[in-house]
């Protein structure tokens, strides 16, 4: 008799053991996924055309398998913070730019310096090359993190709401929000600008306040952050290429059945393209936006100006990045650069 309750007992057990399982198996798994800009259309941003993109793909291809949560608006944090919860796993992914990324490895800076990427089929070709992506291995070592995918917005503008800004020298007094690396703070310095490192999620209320008057970013940027609401003022110098990553949490990713992993990178894949879809498509109708809709007064550099651009860019910040990194780190990602095909 007692080995019988023993058996049923046992039993019931693994019963309950499997049940157990079963359950846990048929709950999605959530995805907590963030980024900077507002929540627009997909038509409007190119980060929620990336989020929706990554989204839909795993409802498609992987019905009930996960659950992506959409944070819009720095609603989890800055990049810094963000990037910090794919580190410890509190976030599973994000949109991180690159800036805060190179402030864990300043080797990355070298993919910054205004003038060593030519053009967005450039930097895509370097989004797609392995070698290239390799120099992100000891950054995503460091901080456990996997970068899924990049992707650039375009070419970084400045934009002001003091006076029409021609040439570099124009620049002298205006104080400009930059990204949080001081490679950005040498370059607007070197040009006589006031340089404010800030966080993208509190710049349109410090533009709106008078903390800041001017700032630099893609023209999909410029409108997704709806910049141009407190701007009046817009230089296509084109000084630098946007460049920012979709990056996740690498134990969470690595526990993750083998087919949910490719699922995972594969809709990464499909968000990238999407993303220079949105790009090319902004890049075409948003300058009319912004002169139209925007109201904003556009200046466009002679080529004599834009090489002026370029040169005082570069010199304010290749200095700073060989005196961290030393010219032979930058010489080797400029052969990297030159031997990608685009």
């Given at each position: 008799m007692k080995k019988?309750?023993?058996?049923?007992?046992?039993?019931?057990?693994?019963v309950?053991?499997?049940?157990?399982?079963?359950?846990?198996?048929?709950?999605?798994?959530?995805?907590k996924f963030a980024y900077m800009p507002p929540e627009l259309t997909p038509e409007e941003c190119v980060e929620t055309t990336i989020a929706?993109?990554?989204?839909?793909?795993?409802?498609?291809?992987?019905?009930?398998?996960?659950?992506?949560?959409?944070?819009?608006?720095g609603q989890l944090g800055s990049f810094a913070e963000t990037y910090a919860g794919n580190s410890d796993g509190s976030i599973e992914i994000s949109l991180v730019n690159v800036a805060a990324i190179s402030t864990v490895d300043k080797n990355l800076n070298?993919?910054?310096?205004p003038g060593s990427i030519s053009s967005l089929a450039?930097?895509?070709a370097l989004l797609s090359s392995e070698e290239a992506m390799a120099t992100f291995d000891n950054v995503n070592k460091q901080t456990g993190t996997t970068i899924l995918m990049g992707f650039s917005?375009?070419?970084?503008?400045?934009?002001?709401?003091?006076?029409?800004?021609?040439?570099?020298?124009?620049?002298?007094?205006?104080?400009?929000?930059?990204?949080?690396?001081?490679?950005?703070?040498?370059?607007?310095?070197?040009?006589?600008?006031?340089?404010?490192?800030?966080?993208?999620?509190e710049m349109y209320s410090a533009l709106q306040n008078g903390v800041i008057q001017g700032q630099e970013n893609p023209i999909a940027s410029i409108i997704s952050d709806m910049t141009y609401q407190v701007q009046d003022y817009l230089t296509l110098d084109g000084h630098v290429y946007s460049?920012?990553?979709?990056?996740?949490?690498?134990?969470?990713?690595?526990n993750l059945d083998p087919e949910l992993q490719q699922g995972v990178k594969d809709a990464a894949q499909a968000a990238f393209a999407a993303s220079n879809e949105r790009v090319d498509a902004l890049e075409a109708t948003g300058l009319e936006f912004l002169k139209t809709t925007g109201g904003m007064q556009v200046y466009v550099p002679t080529e004599e100006e834009l090489k002026a651009w370029h040169d005082q860019c570069y010199q304010g910040a290749v200095g700073y990045v060989i005196e961290q990194l030393g010219q032979e780190k930058v010489d080797e990602f400029m052969n990297l650069v030159n031997s990608v095909a685009y």
């Open positions: 019988l309750v023993a058996l049923v007992l046992t039993m019931l057990m693994l309950a053991v499997f049940t157990s399982m079963a359950s846990a198996a048929s709950k999605p798994i959530k995805i929706y993109t990554f989204r839909d793909y795993l409802e498609e291809h992987f019905p009930d398998r996960f659950q992506v949560e959409i944070y819009p608006s070298v993919w910054q310096i450039q930097i895509r917005a375009g070419a970084r503008h400045f934009t002001n709401n003091v006076r029409e800004v021609k040439t570099p020298a124009d620049m002298n007094g205006i104080v400009f929000r930059t990204m949080e690396n001081p490679l950005y703070v040498k370059m607007v310095e070197s040009m006589g600008g006031v340089a404010v490192p800030m966080a993208s999620s460049l920012a990553f979709m990056v996740c949490n690498t134990a969470w990713l690595n």
